[in-house]
């Protein structure tokens, strides 16, 4: 059974920093597309960043720059560091995943069937 667990949110300054976690259990981390993606209160959600299993990343347009997810395959564990956090990056962060194997497709973030429960990111002063 796939199961992503989140940590690492928090209270964080405009300014400041977060790393988020997420740990893999039940499957093998190589195998998957892992991406974040993170909804705000009245608003939809958005996909922030993904890990590929090709190794390739890609991240929304918000977060190019600021934000660099990583996959650790010995600790089963995606990374994702957020920098110069401002107040619109408040939001409940999701890891979601999507298995992949030998085949070459690959989804969009917000179409990964698997969710962890999600980790809050709160960037105020």
């Known amino acids: 059974q796939v199961q992503l667990v989140e940590s690492g949110g928090g209270l964080v300054q405009p300014g400041g920093s977060l790393r988020l976690s997420c740990v893999g259990s039940?499957?093998?981390?190589?195998?998957?597309?892992i991406g974040w993606f993170r909804q705000a209160p009245l608003q939809g959600r958005e996909g922030v960043a993904s890990?590929?299993?090709?190794?390739?990343?890609h991240y929304a347009d918000s977060a190019k720059g600021r934000f660099t997810i990583s996959r650790d395959i010995g600790w089963n564990t995606v990374y994702l560091q957020m920098n110069s956090l401002t107040p619109e990056d408040t939001a409940v962060y999701y890891c979601v995943a999507d298995f992949v194997g030998d085949e070459d497709t690959h989804k969009p973030i917000l179409e990964y069937p698997y969710w962890g429960q999600g980790t809050q990111v709160t960037v105020s002063s």
């Open positions: 890990t590929r299993t090709d190794g390739s990343t």
């Open positions: 039940g499957f093998s981390l190589g195998a998957y597309d």
